[in-house]
């Protein structure tokens, strides 16, 4: 099992700055790919930005220059740096992780309880 809790959240202006964090624990060891999701009301969850354990990113279009996604392995920590900020950026973002049992192949997908994020023009 692997746990995740996000933080970072709040309330910004257009063009402001916010940094999420995610602290990950329990069987970290095996976690492969992590990353942020958002979902707006009304809309269906998206990807935001994905981070491999090898750390190649891969960015939603509508983020690309702006958001910056990173993992400090040793902290067991994933950040997402959010610059620009726009209304449209409003959603809740969840933290998400996903690991594979090296024995079965087993994957397995984690997410956090989700942090808002809300973005006033």
């Known amino acids: 099992q692997v746990q995740l809790v996000e933080s970072g959240g709040g309330l910004v202006q257009t063009g402001g700055s916010l940094r999420l964090s995610c602290a990950a624990s329990?069987?970290?060891?095996?976690?492969?790919?992590m990353g942020w999701y958002r979902q707006a009301p009304g809309k269906q969850r998206e990807l935001v930005a994905i981070?491999?354990?090898?750390?190649?990113?891969n960015y939603a279009d509508s983020v690309k220059g702006r958001f910056t996604i990173s993992r400090d392995n040793a902290q067991n920590t994933l950040y997402l740096q959010m610059n620009s900020l726009k209304p449209e950026d409003t959603a809740v973002y969840y933290c998400?992780?996903?690991?594979?049992?090296?024995?079965?192949?087993?994957?397995?997908?984690?997410w956090g309880q989700g942090t808002q994020v809300t973005v006033s023009s």
């Open positions: 329990g069987s970290i060891f095996s976690i492969n790919a």
């Open positions: 998400y992780a996903d690991r594979v049992v090296a024995t079965t192949l087993a994957k397995y997908d984690y």
């Open positions: 981070i491999t354990s090898g750390g190649i990113t």
